[in-house]
Each structure stands twice: as C-alpha cells, then as structure tokens.
C-alpha cells in the first residue's frame, strides 16, 4: 500500500511538472534569462505555437530603453521591418561614437508559421550595463486569425509566473 501511495505521489508530481512545463512553454519567450550587463547578446525569441488552432503571420517586438543597437535575424520567408526613434539627446554608444537613434521595434512578416510547429526569431543586441536590472520585451504574435500580446510587466514586488501574458524578460548580470 505504501508503494502505490509513493507512485501515485511521484505520478502526480510529474504530472505537475509536465504542466508547469507547458505553462511556460505557452507564450513567446526569450534565451538566454541572463545575460551579462554591457555587453553584446544573441536573443532568441520562440514562437511556440500559433493563435487557437490558426497559423503565426508576424511577429513583433518592442525593444526596452537603454538598448543602443540591435540588429534582427533574416530568416528565408520573413521580411523584417525595422522601426527606429530618435533619442531626446545623443549618448555615448559603441566605438566612441554618439547614438541619436536607436531600433524602436522589430517586426517579422511572413510564414505562415503553423499552430503545430515551433520557430526562432533572433535579435543581436547591446545590453545596457546596469546589472541587477531586468530587460522587458513586448511582444506581439499575429495569427492568420487572432492575435496574442504578450505585454504584460510585472509591477514592482510582483510575480512574473503570476501574469496571464507575460512579456519576455532578460535579466542582466553583472559582467565579468
């Protein structure tokens, strides 16, 4: 009796795993979770699924402040559209130079990209050197029917795993 209360116990466990597992593997993340502040990094972003049932058609990512270049993947089938802003004054950026613009948003279109297959989006960045701060990436997921935005920020003090559409996130570290 006691070895069919530890299966069902280590069943159930697993179970919970796998769900939590699917959890996270709902929405539109973000690799590495950590990176080095003031530095360059190769963000991936995976589109794991589409909207309901219906194929993804784009793929759009809003860019945090403090990013001073950024440089998207090209990926056969996929047209990439670059929206810049200007900075309200010039700053120091990469090579002695002054940066006046940065990328606002990246956006992807093309596919379609089908519910039951996954894929990769990458982003090569300059990271802000401000360890300990996290990096929030709206993204919006645009299907041949629907949309999914997942744009939420947590407000201070709050839990990430506790937001329905979470934004995807990359915490920096300090640099060696």
Known sequence: MRAVRLWIGSAIAAAAAVASCNTALAHVTVQ???????SYAHLVFTV???CNGSATTALRIKLPDGILSAKPQMKPGWKVEIKSRKLDAPVPG?????VTEVVDEVAWHGGPLPDNLYDTFGLIVRLPDKAGQSLYFPAVQECEQGVERWIEIPSAGQDTDKLRTPAPVVRLKASH
Do not use: L, R, T
């Not at 990469?94 to 002054?98: D, E, L, R, T, V």
């Open 94 to 98: 990469p090579h002695g130079k002054s």
């Open 48 to 50: 794991p699924h589409g």
């Open 32 to 38: 590495p979770a950590d990176a080095p502040a003031n």
